[in-house]
């Protein structure tokens, strides 16, 4: 098995009691993902090819001392792909998704290298699915989603100079309700899906970011 995974998250542009939280910083920062994952092998009867990207750039507003108000942008494609030996099948799956997000976040300064953070967020994502083969036996089909969603995030940020901030954040416990619509052939339904609860499955985000002061 081969894999490959690369992702990137930069921020550029802040200001700031603590410097970096002070009232109008102005934070302006970007996510970049890109991912590959393919697996070889004589007795599979499978396989998959993955490739993921995706880009989302936010901008935020200190409107007093350590309390943020941004708005986050994303655009995701992921491509999953898989041949099946023996009767000559050939899937591919496509998604592609546009997210926005706006978010209050909070700041407590444990010292002046360290802080924790608090982060509420609504948001909304538009997505589209598709699945093609070249086998006459499997019709191709569409899925249109859209996705509301709220909920709360802990994260840290460690800041090594007074100009530069690492921040992670891992799990959130949020509601989400999705409105799906899929076609297959002349077939079609619709659905809605209602979750809410603990997430702590999601990948941990590592943030660089650079502050200005005003």
């Known amino acids: 098995m081969k894999k490959l995974f690369v992702s990137a998250l930069f921020a550029l542009l802040g200001t700031g009691a603590f410097a970096q939280t002070a009232p109008g910083t102005v934070v302006v920062s970007g996510q970049v993902g890109f991912g590959v994952s393919s697996t070889d092998g004589e007795n599979t009867g499978n396989f998959p090819n993955t490739t993921e990207f995706s880009i989302g ?3 935020g507003y200190l409107l007093s001392d350590g309390l943020e108000l941004g708005l986050n942008l994303r655009y995701s494609h992921s491509k999953y792909s898989y041949d099946r030996e023996g009767n000559n099948l050939s899937v591919d799956y496509v998604n592609n998704g546009f997210r926005f997000s706006p978010y209050l976040k909070k700041y407590f ?6 802080a924790f953070t608090g982060s509420a967020f609504a948001g909304y994502e538009i997505s589209n699915s598709k699945r093609g083969s070249d086998s006459v036996f499997m019709t191709d089909s569409e899925t249109k989603s859209n996705t509301f969603d709220i909920g709360v995030a802990p994260g840290i940020v460690f800041f090594p100079t007074e100009k530069i901030g690492i921040s992670g954040s891992l799990g ?8 799906a619509k899929s076609s297959e052939g002349e077939v079609s339904n619709e659905r809605t899906t209602n979750n809410f609860g603990f997430d702590f499955s999601s990948s941990l985000y590592l943030g660089f970011s650079y502050y200005i002061s005003r």
């Open 109 to 114: 300064m444990v010292s002046d290298k360290v």
């Open 172 to 179: 959130r416990l949020s509601y989400s309700t999705i409105k």
């Open 57 to 59: 750039p936010s901008i």
